[in-house]
């Protein structure tokens, strides 16, 4: 929906919002009128014409809730607006009649009907300024019967009286058309606004995913999507310093891949991509989600044990244990059937020690366990 549309739709709704008015105004205008003229000569007309006035007025209620569940079920159209303005021109139409009443009558029946009337268009100029083809259709019809009569009139005073009617009216196009471009504007910056903060989300929107993205990308392996060293040592940070506020333990569990490259060379890098991620997969499921598991190389691996008992080598162990067990069942690869193992290097953390220094110190205990021959583990000379 354009712009445009947006702002004649805005402007349809306060249109119809602010229809009360003038039917009530329209209908004590119209009784007033009736109940002044009550004993004089012309009283059964005035009487016939607040009548008709009531049933067109019964007739733009009806119309009025017709439109407004047309507008909730359909939308906004341009010919349900149009079809709208003219139940205004009928009571327009019901108003400019009362002009011809005033042919020939008595000098304060002619004031009434002219301030009557004019009040009438100065009203529509508050409530249909919002849509001028509204405002048209109903002070048109109103005004124009009586500036006729009373131009056509041999009376100079009549004349006169028609003249300042035409200026009356001019000036309240003037304001009705000054009105609908203040509510215009006032529309259109709304409008705008909102396109601008919806905008502004949708970027902002975009830029965190975007954010969350790199983020992730920065510290995860783009392989197995596990914590790459980046980010392990900052989970190992964060392990050391609760262990150190609860005094309990962290461990390290060091792991590089027996029988890798043998697979990474015989079937290619597409087979040992995916025995990588389901070392991965394996590894995941036999630690706890407080732990950490991250790749650190080509084919090594590390865990993390946090909050652990401080007597915590057995508890170190059971879980080494777990991860070399999880080797025991081969990989089916591309259609070929490998056999993998892994050597393990532990080691405990102690307060005040720097993450590199102990990583450096299970990496060497993995390379110890190596020596031992595959699926063995070793421990870090200092613990």
């Given at each position: 929906m354009s712009l445009q549309t947006r702002i004649d739709e805005a402007l349809?709704?306060?249109?119809?919002?602010?229809?009360?008015?003038p039917l009530l105004g329209s209908a004590f205008g119209g009784l007033l009128i009736a109940l002044s003229q009550l004993g004089s000569e012309n009283s059964r007309w005035f009487l016939l014409w607040c009548a008709v006035?009531?049933?067109?007025?019964?007739?733009?209620?009806?119309?009025l809730k017709r439109c407004k569940h047309m507008l909730a079920k359909h939308g906004f159209s341009y010919p349900l607006a149009y079809q709208y303005c003219l139940t205004l021109a009928l009571s327009g139409l019901a108003w400019g009649a009362l002009g011809f009443l005033a042919k020939d009558?008595?000098?304060?029946?002619?004031i009434i009907v002219i301030t009557a009337i004019q009040a009438m268009v100065m009203g529509g100029v508050v409530t249909m300024a919002s849509c001028i083809p509204a405002f048209f259709a109903f002070s048109l019809p109103a005004m124009l019967p009586t500036v006729l009569v009373f131009s056509f009139s041999e009376n100079l005073s009549s004349f006169i009286m028609a003249v300042f009617s035409v200026i009356f009216y001019l000036l309240m196009i003037g304001v009705a058309y000054r009105f609908n471009q203040s509510l215009r504007q006032a529309a259109r910056i709304s409008f705008e606004n909102e396109d601008l903060i919806g905008s502004l989300k949708e970027a902002y929107h975009k830029i965190s995913l975007q954010n969350e993205e790199l983020n992730?990308?920065?510290?995860?392996?783009?392989l197995t999507g596990l914590p790459n060293r980046k980010l392990l040592s900052l989970r190992l940070q964060q392990a050391m310093e609760l262990a150190k506020v609860k005094k309990n333990g962290t461990a390290i569990l060091y792991l590089d891949l027996d029988g890798f490259k043998a697979v990474n060379d015989q079937l290619g890098h597409e087979a040992g991509d995916l025995a990588l991620v389901e070392v991965a997969q394996r590894l995941s499921s036999v630690i706890r989600g407080s732990d950490t598991l991250a790749r650190?190389?080509?084919?090594?691996?590390?865990?993390v044990l946090s909050d652990l008992p401080t007597q915590s080598k057995a508890s170190v162990e059971m879980v080494a244990q777990k991860c070399l067990r999880v080797f025991e069942r081969e990989f089916q690869i591309l259609d070929h059937i490998c056999q993998l193992g892994t050597s393990i290097g532990l080691t405990l953390c102690h307060e005040g020690d720097a993450i590199e220094a102990v990583l450096s110190a299970a990496d060497k205990a993995m390379y110890q366990a190596k020596l031992l021959g595959c699926g063995q583990m070793s421990w870090a000379p200092e613990c």
């Open positions: 349809f709704h306060r249109l119809l919002s602010g229809a009360r008015i006035v009531y049933v067109v007025i019964i007739f733009r209620v009806y119309c009558a008595p000098p304060m029946t002619v992730h990308v920065a510290h995860h392996d783009a650190v190389g080509g084919d090594e691996f590390v865990v």
